[in-house]
Every structure is written in structure tokens, then in C-alpha cells.
């Protein structure tokens, strides 16, 4: 996400009447809207529909449903207001009365089952922040996230939508401006371990399969102010007291951290999937963490959209996707739906060829744009982005089949699968040998890399 704003929008602290409708456990939120069908043959302008997309539809041995696994993400859809630094929401929701109260986290979280439900997603994301507010004190915080559990839990059971991950805010509150796990005050560390070891409780009981942790905060604004060594070493402590808490109660989900170059920090500490992975390796952690990769955020630190998601996957680090985009044109991380084919392609190559992203997903870490303001942009654009990925994953699945890219690469490494090549490839060969070899054969000839050859027949099958 780029912006949080949580509470933006009406007089905020008391309930009004007209949301009361809204109330009753049997309310609807989404009137006039029903599943969202499947249906190939529509036309252009019908994009209340599938027209890929069909869940039972078996791929390379999988259904759609079992190789996608989208997931909704809370804190966009159901807290985004459309505020930005120089405007006011524009995303006004009829059972949302902008305020902090209870009742209205209720009544968000029954309209987010709904949503769910009638988009067929199997799966859905969390804040612990987004879905309960923060009380007085952490003992009344925790008692709101516990009672608002409650209701989830009951929400997950009557429609069998299950938590993909939960994560907690460790961002937003003004305690956090200086950083949770790598704040310069002990205290403040302290606040944020006693916040994930509540929320780690809680995606237990919510049966999450994942716990991510983005560190939007644990970076620096100046080295001037700053101990980086200090501050990276504080935070590979946090994150090995959450894996051994993980551990002694039992939670068996897989604990991701999601890299980002920058913003809200000037420089962030896991920028990007190489660095979290030395990072992992550095503090033995390697073996407790996986990534959670956020394309738009791959763009921000520089690199292709698909980069980290081949990256972390090359390294057997790769769990999960926050499947956005960004806009090239822009510098920031812009939340969009992934609409480019192309794009998702790449990424679709990457999940087959690693046999799938379970217990990851593709979560949307999207936000529809300010301007789109009616209440079927919430769905056209999760459509529009779940149709995406099924065209991706039929256009990976075409490539892999054909195997075509596979021979290609194969021929141009063949060099390494015999004699000298071999030797170097296994890690048993020397300078000295190699020198020998060398000076035996002469010259080599160098051989065309076909770029254009390899992107001509990518554009074959997208
Ligand atoms: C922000 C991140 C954030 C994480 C969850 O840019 O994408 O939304 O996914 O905290
Ligand atoms: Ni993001
Ligand atoms: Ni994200």
C-alpha cells in the first residue's frame, strides 16, 4: 500500500442511523449484484463476468482455483477511502460511516465476507489494524481484535473463505515513525513484538497459512541520526522471537517478509527479494523466512516487474505474491490491479515451474483509483485482474507444455553438461585446468543471445 489513511471519512465517533440496516447479521451490502459467472463468450463491455477465469477448469494437472489462489486483500478494499495527499476520500461505502467504532468494523468485515463470496475468491488479508481499532490501552486493542476474530471466524466457517495471512500495522500509529523491530527506543521494539505475538495468536486461530511482515518503517530517513548495524540486528531479533513464538504455540503457517525499496522511508531494509534473502542467510533465518513479493514494489527499487519473483524463487524463496502493478511512468508504489498479460505471464512461468505458490497466493495488494467510484469497480477490478492471471496461467501452462523457451535455454547452457563444463558446473574444476583447457583450445567463439528471437516467440504466445 502507498497511503493508509484508516479514519478519513464522516464525524467519526459515533454510530448514525442510517447504517443501522447495515447491522442485522443477515444484511446485504452488494444489492443487485450476484456470483460473478463465468461466461467466455462475452462481449467487451460485459466486465461483471469471467470470460477466463472458471475455477473447476483442470490446467497441467490442477484446476485454476488450486494453482491461482486469490486472495482479497482488507486493508484496500475495505478501508481505502480514495484519500490522497491532496484530496479528500472519494470512496464512499453506504454500510461505512467512517468512524472507529465496533459496529462499523462489524459491519465492514460482514460486507468484505460478502464481496468475497460473490467473487468467488477463496481467500482473504489482514492488518490486525484494518479489521479492529485500536483501543486506550493494548489490553483494550487486544480485546477488539479478539471480538472482531470472533466474528471473522464465524464469516470464514459460513462461507469457507480462508485467511491467506494476517500481518500486523507496525506503520501507521505515530509510535511506529522511527520503526518497530529496528526503533532506536527498546520500548517502542517492545510495543511491537507484544502487537505480533497478539496478531500471531490470532492468525492461529483464523487458521492463516502465512504471517508476512512488511517493514515500511525499518529503514532510515538520514544516516546522519542512524546506527544501521544496531538497527539490523534488532530487527533479525524481532523476527527470530516471532519464529520462536510461532513455534511454541503451534502455528504452522510460513512467515514471509515482503521487500520494498522506499516509501515510506527514504531507505528500506529489505529492498528488494536479494536483499532480504542475505539478509535471512546473514542472521541464520534463512530457514524460518520465505518472501512475499510485491511486484509494484520490484519496480520501485529498479528492476523488471517478474525480477524478485523469479529471484526469490531461483533461491527456493518465494511463498507468496501481492499481485499489483505499478505505473512504469510513475515513482511510487501505485497499488494497481495487474492488467498486462504479459506481465502476469512472466510471473505464472515462474509459480508453474516452482509447482505452485501453496500455502501462498496471489493476493491483491490493490487499490481501485480515486476516481473509480461506484461500488462494481470493486469487483470489475478484482475481475478484471483475476482474468488476468488465467489467461497468464493458460498462456504459462501453453509454454511449459511445448516446452519450446525450456529446449532453447537448455541448448544455451548445453556447454556446461559435459567434459570441462561439467567440471566447472559441479564446482570440482581449477584455475590451473582451466588455464590448460584454455590454452589447448584457443579462442571461443561467442554465440548470439537471440533476445529478439526469445521475445518474438513470447509475444507467440501471450
Ligand atoms: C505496502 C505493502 C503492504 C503489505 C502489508 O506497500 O504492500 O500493504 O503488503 O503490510
Ligand atoms: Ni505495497
Ligand atoms: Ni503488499
Known amino acids: 500500500m502507498s497511503s493508509f489513511a484508516p479514519e478519513s471519512k464522516g464525524s467519526g465517533s459515533t454510530d448514525s442511523s442510517g447504517y443501522q440496516e447495515f447491522d442485522k447479521a443477515d444484511a ?41 489462489r486469490f486472495s482479497v486483500c482488507f486493508w484496500h478494499t475495505f478501508r481505502g477511502t480514495g484519500a490522497d495527499p491532496f484530496g479528500f476520500p472519494t470512496l464512499i461505502r453506504p454500510w461505512d460511516d467512517g468512524s472507529n467504532t465496533m459496529s462499523n468494523a462489524r459491519r465492514r468485515l460482514r460486507a468484505g465476507f460478502e464481496f468475497f463470496t460473490k467473487l468467488g475468491v477463496k ?25 472482531i476474530a470472533d466474528l471473522a471466524l464465524e464469516l470464514q466457517k459460513k462461507t469457507g473463505v480462508k485467511l491467506l495471512w494476517a500481518t500486523s500495522n507496525l506503520f501507521a500509529h505515530p ?38 511482515f512488511w517493514g515500511g518503517r525499518e529503514g532510515y530517513h538520514t544516516l ?31 512467515l514471509l517478509i515482503e521487500p520494498k525499496p522506499k516509501e515510506p522511508s527514504k531507505h528500506q531494509y529489505d529492498y528488494d527479494a536479494m536483499t532480504v534473502i542475505a539478509f535471512l542467510k546473514t542472521y541464520g533465518l534463512d530457514k524460518e523466512f520465505k518472501l512475499n513479493i510485491e511486484p509494484n514494489h520490484t519496480t520501485l527499487a529498479g528492476h523488471g516487474y517478474e525480477h524478485d519473483v523469479a529471484m526469490a524463487s531461483a533461491f527456493g524463496m518465494l511463498g507468496s505474491v501481492d ?13 494497481q490491479f495487474p492488467m498486462d498479460i504479459k506481465n502476469s505471464t512472466q510471473v505464472m512461468r515462474v509459480v508453474l515451474e516452482q509447482g505452485g505458490l501453496a500455502p501462498g497466493g496471489l493476493n491483491f495488494d490493490c487499490k481501485v483509483r480515486r476516481e473509480s467510484t461506484n461500488l462494481k469497480d470493486m469487483f470489475i477490478s ?13 498462456c504459462a501452462a501453453k509454454i511449459k507444455e511445448e516446452g519450446v523457451f525450456a529446449k532453447h535455454v537448455e541448448e544455451r547452457y548445453s556447454s556446461y553438461r559435459s567434459g570441462i563444463g561439467q567440471k566447472i558446473d559441479q564446482g570440482t574444476a581449477t584455475f590451473e585446468e582451466l588455464e590448460k583447457y584454455t590454452m589447448e583450445n584457443g579462442e571461443p567463439t561467442a554465440a548470439s543471445g537471440q533476445q529478439e528471437h526469445y521475445e518474438t516467440m513470447m509475444n507467440y504466445y501471450v
Not at 521494539?189 to 483464523?206: D, P
Open 123 to 147: 481467500y482473504w488479508t489482514f492488518h490486525d489494524r484494518d479489521i479492529a481499532p485500536e483501543g486506550a490501552t493494548l489490553e483494550e486493542t487486544n480485546r477488539n481484535l479478539d471480538e
Open 382 to 394: 478484482h475481475i478484471g485482474a483475476m482474468d488476468s492471471f488465467a489467461r497468464a496461467l493458460k
Open 28 to 68: 446485504t451490502f452488494f444489492a443487485g449484484i450476484g456470483k460473478i459467472p463465468f461466461k467466455p463468450d462475452a462481449g467487451p463491455a460485459e466486465t461483471m463476468v469471467y470470460k477466463h477465469y472458471n475455477p473447476t477448469q483442470v490446467v497441467m494437472g490442477r484446476t485454476m482455483e488450486e494453482w491461482l
Open 175 to 212: 509510535r511506529y515513525m522511527n520503526g518497530a523491530g529496528s526503533n532506536p527506543d527498546a520500548s517502542i521494539f517492545a510495543y511491537a513484538a507484544a502487537q505480533v505475538k497478539k496478531c500471531l495468536e490470532v492468525a492461529k486461530r483464523l487458521g492463516a497459512e502465512n504471517f508476512v
Open 224 to 254: 546522519l541520526n542512524t546506527d544501521i548495524l544496531q538497527e539490523q540486528n534488532h530487527l533479525a531479533n524481532f523476527f527470530r522471537m516471532a519464529s520462536e513464538y510461532k513455534k511454541k504455540i503451534g502455528f504452522t503457517g510460513t
Open 323 to 335: 499481485s499489483n502493478t505499478g505505473s512504469p511512468d510513475l515513482g511510487w508504489d501505485t497499488d
